[in-house]
């Protein structure tokens, strides 16, 4: 590079307002290597940089400056769109030559390495800069809405502020952009979810009951209504699960109605004014597979009786006989094998 030393300041980057016709347009400091060079071009109404590849040919002029002509202009007449052009240096560092010859120091290539390298820290602290001060308020808000009001925090906005950021800093353009365009609507519906629920909604998920697990996620957690339901799409929880077997009170009556999609351990106590004899009606919702107990509780008068209807199987065919005593509790223990029998296991009586 000649006459390279000093390195003036710089951030090695013009920035043009393109006129009507012009195709030629000049990067006046020292350039290396025109591989060094980047053009880029936008509307001057936009805040979005886009790098080109074609359209233009680079090369050397007085100084080791650098000239880029585009076979058409950016902006082929005064009635076409505001265009605005920039063209820059953006170096990667390299050792290229050894500074000592059989012990001596080679000066002047030690000057060309110190030269490269100021070169490199200069755009680096242009980059840096720009890294800094990302996008200033006034080009959200001219990318998202234009009316100087905060933009709403939808999937577009977030979308063009993020592929407006990326343009500035480090040449994470490609990237950046690439990652929002494919990015799907689900995801950046789940980005822009205003709670929990709605992020439910977008992931696809059941929008019941939620409890609180650890400090701050939530899950779908079913109720003890809807463990005892057999509710589907529900995750389980250990309260839950808990409340679900406690004990569900059944009505005493002449034919008590046993629903088994209301619980899975059932309490009657006998009263005085159904009298003496109760018969317990063929189980209704049952479940293959489910089972637990039911607890007959006398009054306080005892001698209640309790019958079964068909649908209950025992050991040998032969029902159990209650216990008769005032107060006296016996435990069934029952077990679903098909939605018309209903196995009876040998059970406790007179429990307590």
Known sequence: MSSANPITRSTRRRDYD?????????LDVPVYDLVDVEVWTKLASAVEWTQIFTGFAL??????????????????????????VRIQSARNQERVTNATRGGAVASALLE????????????????????????TAAQVQQLVTGSGNVPAPTATNIGRFLRALSATTFGWVSFVSSMISDASTAGLALLTAANAAAQRTAL?????????????????????????AKT??????????????DFVTLTDASSVIVDLSQGYNFRLTATAGV??????????????????????????????????????????GTPPTISSAPNAVDILVYFVRSSTSIAIAPYMRAVG
């Open 112 to 135: 060309q390495d110190l030269d490269r390298i100021a070169t490199v820290l200069q755009e680096l602290r242009r980059d840096a800069d720009e890294f800094r001060a990302g996008v």
């Open 275 to 316: 009298g003496v004899t109760r018969t317990l009606a063929n189980p209704i919702n049952a479940v293959p597979g489910q089972w637990g107990v039911i607890e007959f509780i006398q009054d306080s008068a005892g001698s209640r009786g309790l019958s079964f209807s068909p649908n209950y199987d025992f050991n040998n």
């Open 18 to 26: 393109a006129t009507a016709g012009q195709t030629v347009f000049t």
């Open 59 to 84: 090369s050397f002029i007085a100084g080791n400056q650098v000239q880029a002509t585009f076979a058409v202009a950016p902006r082929p007449t005064a009635g076409d769109p505001a265009t605005n």
């Open 232 to 245: 589907a799409n529900r995750a389980v929880g250990i309260a839950e699960a808990l409340s679900a077997v």
């Open 204 to 228: 696809g998920l059941a929008s019941g009951a939620t409890t609180t697990v650890g400090t701050s996620a939530t899950r779908d957690i079913a109720t003890a209504a809807e463990y005892r």
